[in-house]
């Protein structure tokens, strides 16, 4: 694992995109920011400051609801701690904190989600179960619009609207002539 990369979509694992906070994507907007403010000090305390190859090509970045963190330079997972005797990279401590920030970024979105209202509810079709008044009613509309057709069919239909203008038979007749 030359190089790492330890990028996570926030917006599946919270289930929404910032246009499903409605006006209050800016709050979700600042939860991120902040999580990425803190990713970026968890690096700049960490990270050795001799190695500043590696750590200045550090990328961390949000990306609408995207955090990308990564570091491209091949040596990256070898950095170790000076002093360290479990000799553990430091990038694998980065990969732990990230996804303990993350997952408090997470929560903190979803009880924010929950605060938002449910303005898209209104528009989703409801199940067929659940309201079995309004499946009678749509069948009862149905049905009689239904009827309706059938009782009077498109000629007809086509007489009223256009009453002036003969149709079918007759308009082909009237061209004829």
Do not use: C
Not at 12 to 23: I, K, M, N, P
Not at 59 to 64: F, L, M, P, T
Not at 135 to 140: E, G
Request: hydrophobic fraction near 45%; charged fraction near 30%.
């Amino acid at each position: 694992m030359p190089s790492v990369d330890f990028s996570q979509d926030i917006g599946a694992r919270v289930g929404a995109t910032l246009r499903d906070f409605g006006s209050l994507a800016p709050d979700a907007e600042r939860i991120l920011r902040q999580m990425r403010l803190d990713i970026t000090k968890e690096v700049i305390n960490i990270w050795p400051e001799d190695t500043g190859t590696s750590r200045a090509a550090w990328e961390i970045v949000i990306d609408g609801m995207m955090l990308i963190f990564r570091n491209p330079v091949e040596y990256v997972s070898f950095v170790f701690q000076a002093g360290d005797s479990s000799q553990t990279p430091i990038a694998d401590f980065l990969e732990a904190k990230a996804a303990e920030l993350v997952a408090a970024a997470v929560l903190d979105l979803r009880r924010l989600l929950a605060m938002v209202p449910r303005q898209r509810d209104i528009f989703r079709r409801p199940s067929r179960a659940a309201d079995p008044i309004g499946r009678a009613r749509a069948a009862a509309l149905f049905a009689t619009t239904e009827r309706l057709f059938r009782q009077r069919g498109a000629r007809e239909r086509l007489r009223e609207r256009f009453s002036v203008e003969p149709s079918g038979r007759a308009r082909a007749r009237s061209r004829g002539r």
